[in-house]
């Protein structure tokens, strides 16, 4: 499978714990995306790399959120101490910036926050 | 001026009709405009997509129609089945590099057998 892969596919944690979901991007890829996703809506933006440098980051992640992409593979979001709203989809998706603009997402890390 | 505004919010048509789903956008820097289909519990996956140099495109049983001018576009899908049955997302991109989308509200789709 060459998709974009995510890890884990659900989470339940308790309100105050810290969460960590990876995305593997399509091979060769350089740009990979996090969004966020909640029920009955579109996907969010919330942040944008470039091989390994963060080049954008929304409104919608707090300091709570962190994301990291070290030597331009893979990618981390954690966030800490979780809160009931941060309860959603978190979707990963990737592009190689020369695809004519088209991103291609994974099948998203579900979290619920008890 | 960054929202893209989707529409109807549900649609049911029974199989072989041909359901359209509207959006509307404000921002003229954006400059493409795909369409993803989502299933329950599963990851948008594109659909189709256009440029605004571009009135019409066409892949398979699926259209975008696209009105510059009124800053509008749409989707067909021709003959619907019921495997056609999921919820579509039109989004829009500002290029620039950044290539972020923004997307609008979805719209669930049923189609009846």
């Known amino acids: 499978d060459t998709g974009v892969s995510q890890d884990p596919r659900h989470k339940i944690t308790k309100r105050g714990q810290n969460v960590t979901f990876r995305c593997d991007p399509i091979s060769e890829h350089n740009r990979l995306y996090w969004y966020r996703q909640t029920l009955g809506q579109g996907p969010e933006f919330l942040t944008y790399?470039?091989?390994?440098?963060?080049?954008?980051k929304s409104r919608l992640l707090s300091d709570r959120f962190s994301a990291e992409r070290p030597k331009g593979s893979f990618s981390t979001l954690e966030i800490q101490r979780t809160e009931q709203g941060d309860s959603a989809m978190y979707l990963c998706?990737?592009?190689?910036?020369?695809?004519?603009?088209?991103?291609?997402f994974g099948e998203g890390s579900w979290l619920t926050v008890v | 001026q960054q929202q893209v505004k989707q529409s109807p919010q549900s649609l049911i048509v029974q199989k072989g009709g041909i359901p359209i789903i509207n959006c509307a956008y404000e921002?003229?820097?954006?400059?493409?405009f795909p369409w993803y289909q989502q299933f329950p519990g599963k990851g948008p996956a594109l659909l189709i997509a256009i440029r605004p140099d571009v009135s019409e495109k066409k892949e398979g049983r699926f259209t975008i129609s696209f009105n510059k001018s009124a800053k509008q576009f749409s989707l067909h899908i021709m003959d619907s089945q019921p495997g056609d049955s999921a919820t579509y997302f039109c989004a829009a991109s500002l290029g620039g590099g950044t290539y972020k989308y923004i997307f609008g509200t979805g719209t669930r789709l049923k189609v009846l057998a």
């Open positions: 998706a990737s592009s190689t910036g020369t695809s004519g603009n088209t991103i291609y």
């Open positions: 921002n003229t820097a954006f400059d493409y």
């Open positions: 790399f470039q091989n390994e440098a963060q080049l954008e």
